[in-house]
């Protein structure tokens, strides 16, 4: 392949399957990873209280011009810095980790395909679809393992922001996806079904992309 990277995008709601889907799929190709969670704004200067209480399911509480600037340099084959956020702070950490550029990356996150900007750069557009009930459940389980929260406080969170922002920004992107999933498919089946578009894009006759895709795990 050449220099640049191919990168597959995953978008969906919250709780529908994209970081399930993004893992398989790393694993099954062995490469990174970018999720746009690492490009939330930094809220230090707010109380602690007042952060908790922020929209962070709406576009603007990420920097997506950072975010788009580094998928561009991935794609160009440029090594890129991502920032770390600390979920139970809402702060952006002074560290930085490195991340290089791989044969394929894959980016995941609400609003994958939500810019015009970066679904340019995407090879293959992902949308995992789900219903809230199950969407909720699981970002429950998530936020209260993971994350530092109640059970009550994610319940308050997704009704207020987490649905109707889904309803407003994220389920409209499934009009923009090469590949629509089911978070309740097989995982399997997503993998392969992703993994096909690749083929379709890059083209079969390509050596070094089928011996990627079909090396074992």
């Known amino acids: 392949m050449a220099a640049t990277s191919y990168l597959i995008g995953i978008a969906g709601p919250s709780g529908a399957g994209k970081s399930y889907l993004a893992w ?8 990174p990873v970018l999720a746009l969670d690492h490009y939330y704004r930094d809220l230090s200067h707010l109380p602690l209280e007042q952060r908790a209480h922020s929209n962070f399911d709406e576009p603007a509480a990420l920097e997506h011009e950072l975010l788009i600037a580094h998928i561009a340099d991935l794609h160009a084959g440029r090594t890129v810095y991502v920032p770390l956020y600390d979920f139970s702070l809402h702060t952006r950490s002074p560290v930085t980790r490195i991340f ?3 044969p394929f990356v894959i980016v995941e996150g609400l609003f ?3 810019w015009p900007e ?3 750069l995407l090879g293959t557009g992902v949308y995992v679809d789900m219903t809230d009930d199950v969407c909720l459940r699981r970002r429950q389980e998530r936020d209260v393992g993971e994350r530092g929260r109640t059970p009550e406080s994610v319940l308050e969170q997704f009704r207020a922001t987490v649905a109707p922002m889904a309803d407003r920004y994220v389920r409209p992107t499934r009009v923009h996806a090469h590949v629509v999933l089911s978070g309740n498919a097989p995982i399997d089946e997503g993998v392969s079904r992703v993994l096909d578009h690749v083929r379709q894009q890059l083209g079969r006759t390509a050596p070094s992309v089928e011996a990627l895709l079909t090396q074992p795990r």
């Open 24 to 31: 398989h799929l790393a694993n099954r190709l062995s490469v």
């Open 100 to 102: 290089a550029p791989a």
């Open 112 to 114: 994958t395909l939500l």
């Open 118 to 120: 970066l679904r340019r």
